[in-house]
C-alpha cells in the first residue's frame, strides 16, 4: 500500500538554528515527490518536485534532497516567517492522477 | 494571475442536508483534483477531472460526486451529510491530465457539520 510518513510532527526552532524535516515514502513506482508549505486557514503552497534519487532542489533557506526511500527538507538559519506546516506528497506512477500526502510537520520558528 | 479559486470559504450545514462547493482553475488548467483535509491531517484524494472527465476516484462513499464544466471550472457535491464530513475541502488544478505538474491549490472551503 502506497504510504507517506512524516517526521517529527512538530519542530521548534531558535531562529538561526537550522534543521531538517523527513519524509518517508512506499510506493510501487515514483513519478514524483513534491514539498508543499500550508500556512494555518491557507491551502498548501507548492515548493518542490523531485524525481529522481539523488536530485536536489533549493529556494532560499529551503533544500529538499531524494533518496529512494525518503526525502529530506533541510532549513538553513530559518526565519520566524518560515514557521509553516510543510506537507510531503507523492504521485505513484501506476495511479498518476492521484497524490498521497503525508501529515505534515509543523515547524515554529521562535525569534 | 488569478490563483485557484473556491466558494463559499466557510459553511455550516446540518447532518443529512446536502452541499455543493465550487472551484474555478488557474486560466490555461485543464485538470481539476477535489481533497479532503480533515484537522492534523495531510489532504486525501477524493476526484481528479480532465477535460469533464473523471480520471480518478478515492476511497470515498458515493454520497462524494462531482463534476467538470466546459470552462474547467469544477463542483463537489456530499449529500447526506455526516459529522466526519467536516473538513477543509481543497481544490487544485494542473496544466494536463496526466503529467508531472504539481497540484496548485486553492484555500479551501471549511465545511462544519453541526
Known amino acids: 500500500e502506497d504510504q507517506v510518513t512524516q517526521s517529527p510532527e512538530a519542530l521548534r526552532l531558535q531562529e538561526g538554528e537550522s534543521s531538517s524535516l523527513n519524509c518517508s515514502y512506499t510506493?510501487?513506482?515514483?513519478?514524483?515527490l513534491f514539498w508543499y508549505r500550508q500556512d494555518p486557514g491557507k491551502g498548501p503552497e507548492f515548493l518542490f518536485t523531485?524525481?529522481?534519487a539523488g536530485e536536489e532542489k533549493e529556494k532560499e533557506r529551503l533544500k529538499a534532497t531524494l533518496t529512494k526511500k525518503e526525502s529530506f527538507l533541510h532549513i538553513t538559519a530559518p526565519k520566524p516567517e518560515d514557521s509553516a506546516t510543510y506537507l510531503c506528497?507523492?504521485?505513484?506512477?501506476?495511479?498518476?492522477?492521484?497524490?498521497?500526502f503525508g501529515s505534515g510537520t509543523k515547524l515554529n520558528v521562535k525569534p | 494571475d488569478a490563483g485557484v479559486t473556491q466558494s463559499p470559504t466557510h459553511l455550516i450545514k446540518t447532518r443529512g442536508q446536502q452541499v455543493t462547493l465550487r472551484c474555478s482553475p488557474i486560466?490555461?488548467?485543464?485538470?481539476v483534483s477535489w481533497y479532503q483535509q480533515v484537522l492534523g491531517q495531510g489532504p486525501q484524494f477524493i476526484f481528479q477531472?480532465?477535460?469533464?472527465?473523471?480520471?480518478g476516484r478515492g476511497n470515498f462513499p458515493d454520497r462524494f460526486s462531482a463534476r467538470q464544466f466546459p470552462n474547467y471550472s469544477s463542483e463537489l457535491n456530499v449529500n447526506a451529510l455526516l459529522l466526519g464530513d467536516s473538513a477543509l475541502y481543497l481544490c487544485?488544478?494542473?496544466?494536463?491530465?496526466?503529467?508531472?505538474?504539481?497540484?496548485?491549490f486553492g484555500n479551501g472551503t471549511r465545511l462544519t457539520v453541526t
Open positions: 487544485a488544478s494542473t496544466t494536463s491530465g496526466g503529467g508531472n505538474s504539481p497540484l496548485h
Open positions: 510506493v510501487s513506482g515514483l513519478r514524483g
Open positions: 523531485l524525481y529522481s
Open positions: 506528497a507523492v504521485q505513484p506512477i501506476y495511479n498518476f492522477n492521484k497524490f498521497y
Open positions: 486560466s490555461g488548467h485543464k485538470s
Open positions: 477531472y480532465y477535460e469533464k472527465e473523471e480520471r
